[in-house]
């Protein structure tokens, strides 16, 4: 079984900076995708991206998160973290990390799969 946990809720005002992390574990083999989502807007039902980390470490931003929130990566590159930079209160929201993986099972083989993580509320706000 593949788990994310993410760490980081927190509340700031406008202006201000947060950091997520988000943690992988279980039998990974390979990480093919990883990074944050969150709903487009309040009323929004789908999740959109927000920062991801694709194939070779190719790196993907939305067009309101380009320039303030970066995606450095753990040293054991099972680890994400969210820099959020300039919050505005637009982007309070629901930030899910989410992977896409190859894992091993226990007869040996590997499968892909993806999962998610809990889910963390950042709230800017005056």
């Known amino acids: 079984q593949v788990q994310l946990v993410e760490s980081g809720v927190g509340s700031v005002q406008p202006g201000g900076s947060l950091r997520l992390s988000c943690a992988a574990s279980?039998?990974?083999?390979?990480?093919?995708?990883i990074g944050w989502y969150r709903h487009a807007s309040v009323k929004a039902r789908g999740l959109v991206a927000v920062?991801?980390?694709?194939?070779?470490?190719?790196?993907d931003y939305a067009d309101s998160a380009k320039g303030r929130f970066p995606i450095p990566r753990g040293d054991a590159k099972r680890t994400v973290y969210l820099q959020m930079n300039s919050l505005e209160p637009e982007d309070t929201a629901t930030y899910y990390c989410?992977?896409?993986?190859?894992?091993?099972?226990?007869?040996?083989?590997?499968?892909?799969?993806?999962?998610w993580g809990q889910g963390t509320q950042v709230t800017v706000s005056r």
């Open positions: 989410y992977c896409f993986v190859q894992a091993g099972t226990s007869r040996g083989g590997s499968h892909w799969n993806d999962c």
């Open positions: 279980g039998s990974i083999i390979s990480i093919n995708h």
């Open positions: 920062s991801t980390i694709g194939v070779g470490g190719r790196t």
